[in-house]
């Protein structure tokens, strides 16, 4: 798909931001402490855009 930039910030310590450029075939995995503590996001925008395809898988675990 088209190149998206991926936003995320920590939950708690809001100054700690961060941006990654997601490239066409690229995989990102976010597991344990990136899922428990940081927001992530891939931004609207008016621009236009190509399309992309977004998977995402879970794993439920009782507790």
């Keep these: 798909g088209e190149e998206r930039p ?3 910030k920590h939950r708690t ?3 700690q931001r961060h ?3 997601l490239q066409h075939g690229s995989l990102l995995i976010m597991k344990g ?3 428990h503590y940081w927001l992530h996001q891939i931004a609207k925008t008016k ?3 190509g399309e992309r395809i ?3 898988f879970r794993q439920l675990v009782d507790i």
Excluded: A, C, D, V
């Design 33 to 35: 402490e990136m899922q």
């Design 13 to 15: 310590l809001k100054s």
């Design 54 to 56: 977004n998977l995402t």
């Design 6 to 8: 991926f936003h995320f």
């Design 19 to 21: 941006k990654l450029i």
């Design 47 to 49: 621009k236009q855009i």
